[in-house]
C-alpha cells in the first residue's frame, strides 16, 4: 500500500549541484530522458495501431475564450452530436466537445510559477546525501507549477489516495459516456498488466522528457497511474465526489512537479493503450467519450492546482526532531516543518527522505494540531519498504524530510454529538489518538470508544499513551484486541458491545481489516454514511 512516486528535481545528489536540497536551481539545459522503445517495434510507433495514427489529441479547455490557443488546421468534418454527458455539470471545464479536439497548445493555470527543474531518471538507488540540512529559503512563488493517489499515493500522474473515496454510480443512472468507459474498462480488465506496460512505453517513447519524473525504479509505480485514471473516469456521473476527489488530486500533485502541459501526454498515451487492447470493442464514440472524460478530470485538477498555488507551497521540508523506536520495527518520528503546516486530526500527508527521492508514502498524522507545531508519524518498516525501512532504522534527528499537503476526510464532525466508534489496527491506532485528542480539544463529553487491535501484546506499542489518555477522559474507553489471546478479532470483537446505530464509525489500519470493518459496522447497525475511512487501496496507516 505505497504512496505515488514522483520527482525530486533531480537523482538525489546532494550539496551544491543542484541536487535534493536546492530543487529550485534551473539546470541550463533538461538533460534528455530515456527513450526505451517497447520491444519488438520500431522506437516511436505503437505495435498494433498504424503508422502516423493516434488518438485524438486531449487538451484541456481553457477558463474563457480568450485563454484558448486557436487549433491547428485540419479536418473539419463533424460527426453527429451524441446526447451530453453530465460531466458537463462539473463547474471547472469550460466545455465538454462531442468530438476529440485537434491539437493545441494549452493554457497555463491562473497563476503561473517558474517550472521544475526536470533531471534524468538515476540508473540505480542514488547515494544519500551527505548531511542535509533545512535550506535557508524558500517561497511559495518559486516552486513548481503544477497539477501521488493518487496516495497510485506523483509525475504526470501518479495519483493520491482518494478524499473522500469513491462510490459507485448506479449502473441505471449512467450517462452514455460512462457506459461506454465502464465497457472499455470491462474488456481491458483481464489484461490490465499489458495495458499499463503499453501504457508507459508510450508515455516514454513520445515525451521522454517525462520519464525522469518517475523514480529510476518503477515496480512500485507501475500500477498507480493507470488505475488512479481508470478510478476517476469510472465515477464519472458521481460529479459531487469527483470533483472533491480530483481537486484533492490536482492539489497533491503540487509537489510532483507536474505542469498543465504534462496531461494532453498522459491523456493521449492512455488512450492509446486502451484502444489497442479494447480494440474489438472501440469506436470512434467510444475515444470521443474517453475524450471527454480525461478533459474534464484533467481539467478540474489543473483549476485546483492553480488556486491552490495562491496560498500554500507546493511541498514543506521539515527537520527530524525526534526518533523513538518502540518496537524493532516500529518508530514515532517526530518533525519540525520549516514553515506552518496546517492539518485536522484524522487527515495524512505524504512524505519523501533524502535517501530515496522521487519515492513519497502515506502517513497519518499521530496528534492533533499541537501549539509548537511538530508533527508525529508512526511508521512500521515492512519488507520491501524503501521508505518506511528508511524511517524506522535509519532517520535520525537533524535529517531533514519533505511533506506533501495534507488530504483524507477521516475527520470529526464536531457539530454533532453522536459517539465515536474508532478501530485501529497497528499503526492504524496514530489517526485514532489524533481524533481523541482533537475531541479532547474541543471540550466535547461525546462517548468515544476505541477497539486497539494487534496481534501481539508487543505490537501494541502505544497502548499506555491510550490508556493515559482514558484516564484522563471518563467519556473514553480503550479496549485492546490482541489477535493470539481473543476469541475473536478486530472488527468482529465490536459486536460484544453496542448498541452502536447511534455513533459516528472511524477505520485505521491495514486494508483487510478496513475491508471487513465496513462489512461489520455495517451489519451492527451504522449507515454506510456515517463510517469514515481513507483510501484502502493507498494510504499507509498501518504499514
Avoid at 489516495?161 to 449512467?174: G, H, K, R, T
Avoid at 501549539?371 to 520491501?384: C, E, M, Y
Avoid at 482514558?470 to 448498541?499: F, K, M, N
Avoid at 456515517?530 to 487501496?537: N, Q, T
Amino acid at each position: 500500500m505505497d504512496a505515488p512516486t514522483t520527482t525530486s528535481a533531480d537523482n538525489g545528489t546532494s550539496g551544491g549541484g543542484g541536487g535534493w536540497f536546492t530543487p529550485r536551481k534551473q539546470p541550463a539545459t533538461a538533460p534528455d530522458g530515456e527513450q526505451e522503445a517497447p520491444e519488438g517495434r520500431p522506437e516511436g510507433r505503437p505495435e498494433g495501431r498504424p503508422e502516423g495514427r493516434r488518438p485524438a489529441a486531449i487538451r484541456p479547455v481553457g477558463r474563457s475564450a480568450t485563454t484558448d490557443a486557436a487549433p491547428e488546421t485540419g479536418d473539419t468534418q463533424q460527426q453527429p452530436t451524441p446526447p451530453p454527458p453530465p460531466v458537463a455539470a462539473i463547474p471547472h471545464p469550460a466545455s465538454t466537445a462531442t468530438t476529440p479536439a485537434p491539437t493545441a497548445a494549452i493554457p497555463a493555470p491562473v497563476s503561473a510559477a517558474a517550472p521544475a527543474p526536470t533531471s534524468a531518471p538515476h540508473p540505480q538507488a542514488p547515494p544519500p546525501p551527505a548531511d542535509p540540512r533545512v535550506p535557508a529559503q524558500r517561497s511559495a512563488s518559486s516552486q513548481a507549477a503544477a497539477p501521488e493517489a493518487t496516495a497510485p499515493e506523483a509525475t504526470p500522474l501518479p495519483l493520491q489516495a482518494p478524499s473522500p473515496p469513491l462510490a459507485q454510480s448506479p449502473v441505471q443512472d449512467a450517462s452514455p459516456d460512462a457506459v461506454l468507459i465502464r465497457r472499455t474498462m470491462a474488456e481491458v480488465a483481464p489484461v490490465a498488466d499489458k495495458v499499463t506496460s503499453y501504457f508507459y512505453a508510450l508515455l516514454f517513447v513520445r515525451h521522454p522528457d517525462l520519464r525522469s519524473l518517475f523514480p529510476a525504479a518503477m515496480d512500485a509505480q507501475r500500477d498507480r497511474l493507470l488505475k488512479a485514471l481508470l478510478t476517476a473516469a469510472e465515477h464519472i456521473d458521481n460529479t459531487e465526489v469527483l470533483v472533491a476527489y480530483l481537486q484533492n488530486l490536482g492539489r497533491g500533485h503540487r509537489k510532483y512537479g507536474t505542469r498543465a502541459e504534462h496531461y494532453p501526454a498522459v491523456g493521449e498515451c492512455l488512450i492509446g493503450a486502451l484502444s489497442k487492447y479494447a480494440s474489438g470493442i472501440w469506436t470512434a464514440e467510444t475515444e470521443a467519450a474517453w475524450v471527454r472524460a480525461y478533459t474534464t478530470i484533467s481539467q478540474v485538477m489543473i483549476d485546483a492546482a492553480a488556486a491552490d498555488e495562491l496560498r500554500a507551497p507546493a511541498w514543506w521540508y521539515a527537520e527530524v526532531v525526534s526518533h523513538d523506536l518502540r518496537t524493532p520495527d516500529v518508530a514515532v518520528v517526530t518533525v519540525r516543518p520549516d514553515q506552518p503546516y496546517p492539518f485536522l486530526a484524522g487527515q495524512y500527508t505524504s512524505l519523501e527522505t533524502p535517501w530515496w527521492p522521487r519515492v513519497w508514502r502515506h502517513y497519518s498524522f499521530a496528534s492533533a494540531p499541537r501549539s509548537d507545531g511538530l508533527l508525529s508519524f508512526h511508521v512500521k518498516a515492512v519488507p520491501a519498504g524503501w521508505l518506511s525501512n528508511s524511517l524506522v532504522h535509519r532517520a535520525r534527528p537533524g535529517d531533514i524530510l519533505r511533506l506533501g499537503p495534507p488530504a483524507g476526510s477521516m475527520t470529526v464532525d464536531h457539530t454533532t454529538d453522536s459517539g465515536l466508534l474508532c478501530l485501529g489496527g497497528g499503526t492504524g491506532i496514530a489517526p485514532i489518538k489524533a481524533l481523541v485528542e482533537d475531541v479532547a480539544e474541543h471540550g466535547e463529553r461525546r462517548r468515544v470508544e476505541v477497539f486497539y487491535g494487534a496481534r501481539t501484546d508487543l505490537d501494541l506499542y502505544d497502548i499506555d499513551t491510550m490508556l493515559r489518555l482514558q484516564q484522563s477522559h471518563p467519556w473514553l474507553s480503550v479496549r485492546a484486541v490482541i489477535d493470539q489471546q481473543a476469541h475473536v478479532q478486530l472488527p468482529d470483537a465490536i459486536r460484544d458491545y453496542g448498541p452502536w446505530n447511534e455513533f459516528d464509525a472511524y477505520l485505521s489500519g491495514p486494508p483487510g481489516m478496513i475491508r471487513s470493518g465496513v462489512h461489520t459496522l455495517r451489519d451492527v447497525g451504522i449507515p454506510s454514511e456515517r463510517i469514515r475511512h481513507d483510501s484502502v487501496e493507498e494510504l499507509v496507516s498501518a504499514g
